[in-house]
């Protein structure tokens, strides 16, 4: 499947926070293998700014990337499983009618990929 770094981390914010063990279990192969590496994070600008709590830890982030993060796609092998997991995930979106202009073309890309 290709996917541009913007694809990559929008996939982040797709998956659902909660569910069975062998979701959560796919769900951690499938960010394990997309993540952007410290080196790309760079090269496209990547940050994360938002609100801190008492602990400093940032809460409702803002993801910001430039223009490059949204035009090279690299090729990633996910597995029928794991695109059966995007696509649900892409599905609970929609039907929970949570889907924004800035996760619109991740989730169309992944609900009109085929298996390999």
């Known amino acids: 499947m290709k996917l541009t770094p913007v694809d ?27 993540d952007l590496s410290t080196e790309e994070a760079e090269k496209y600008g990547v940050r994360i700014d938002g609100e801190k709590n008492e602990e400093g830890k940032i809460i409702n982030p803002n993801i910001f990337w430039n223009k490059l993060a949204m035009e090279e ?23 929970a009618k949570k889907v924004t202009q800035i996760i619109l073309d991740t989730c169309l890309k992944i609900k009109e990929h085929k298996a390999e």
């Open 8 to 34: 990559r981390i929008l996939i982040g914010q797709l998956m659902p926070k909660e569910t069975d063990l062998i979701t959560q279990s796919l769900i951690r192969d499938i960010l394990k293998k997309i």
């Open 73 to 95: 796609e690299s090729d990633f092998e996910i597995s029928k499983t794991e695109l059966s997991v995007l696509k649900n995930a892409v599905e609970e979106v929609d039907k």
